[in-house]
T-cell receptor, first 115, second 114 residues
Framework: EPEVTQTPSHQVTQMGQEVILRCVPI?????FYWYRQILGQKVEFLVS????????KSEIFDDQFSVERPDGSNFTLKIRSTKLEDSAMYFC?????????????FGPGTRLTVT | GENVEQHPSTLSVQEGDSAVIKCTYS??????FPWYKQELGKRPQLIID?????GEKKDQRIAVTLNKTAKHFSLHITETQPEDSAVYFC?????????????FGTGTRLTIIP
């Protein structure tokens, strides 16, 4: 069964550094998402991406964040200047929206630790 | 925006008994309600979902019920087993072309006592 994949599984970075988190969504899916989960808390929506543009972003997704789908298969989340409070698990998800398919499939996550 | 509340936050159940987790949502336009199971350090995995045109859905030991009038939905797990121990999240989706974002509840840590 196809799965969403993410790399790296764990990223440690110093405050102020840039990080890029990578995701490969399921190949025929059309909608792509980033969520984050701070340890012990709920999953929070960051951004959705459809038709090569951002369709919605949350308050968390400020100017330090950006997303790209550079080559038709990868979907990346960049944090330009990391802060301590960016430490979290970041999940990519994808879905094939249609009348019969709303399911979102999550990747295994990237644990980001900012020191 | 949509707000989803979930309770209880923790639930301990004797193996073989049933577990019920409840969620309420605020946006009456929400039309899709999935439940995810998350084991420690793992990704959320979709276990069952329900759409707003259906009142109940079952899949073996798992069922979900939806009350649109009251804006709440529940997860029911029968004949619980140790491997059901995990954190369960409910979520909702409001129809919005181009954006299918999910709003999650705060999670329920379910512990099955052998």
């Amino acid at each position: 069964e196809p799965e969403v994949t993410q790399t790296p599984s764990h990223q440690v970075t110093q405050m102020g550094q840039e990080v890029i988190l990578r995701c490969v969504p399921i190949s025929n899916h059309l909608y792509f998402y980033w969520y984050r989960q701070i340890l012990g808390q709920k999953v929070e929506f960051l951004v959705s991406f459809y038709n090569n543009e951002i369709s919605e972003k949350s308050e968390i997704f400020d100017d330090q964040f950006s997303v790209e789908r550079p080559d038709g298969s990868n979907f990346t989340l960049k944090i330009r200047s990391t802060k301590l409070e960016d430490s979290a698990m970041y999940f990519c998800a994808s879905s094939l929206r249609g009348l019969s398919s709303y399911e979102q499939y999550f990747g295994p996550g990237t644990r980001l630790t900012v020191t | 925006g949509e707000n989803v509340e979930q309770h209880p936050s923790t639930l301990s159940v004797q193996e073989g008994d049933s577990a019920v987790i409840k969620c309420t949502y605020s946006d009456s336009a929400s039309n899709y309600f999935p439940w995810y199971k998350q084991e420690l350090g793992k990704r959320p995995q979709l276990i069952i979902d329900i759409r707003s045109n259906v009142g109940e859905k079952k899949d073996q030991r798992i069922a979900v019920t939806l009350n649109k009038t009251a804006k709440h939905f529940s997860l029911h797990i029968t004949e619980t087993q140790p491997e059901d121990s995990a954190v369960y999240f409910c979520a909702s989706k409001t129809p919005n072309f181009g954006n299918e974002k999910l709003t999650f509840g705060t999670g329920t840590r379910l512990t099955i006592i052998p």
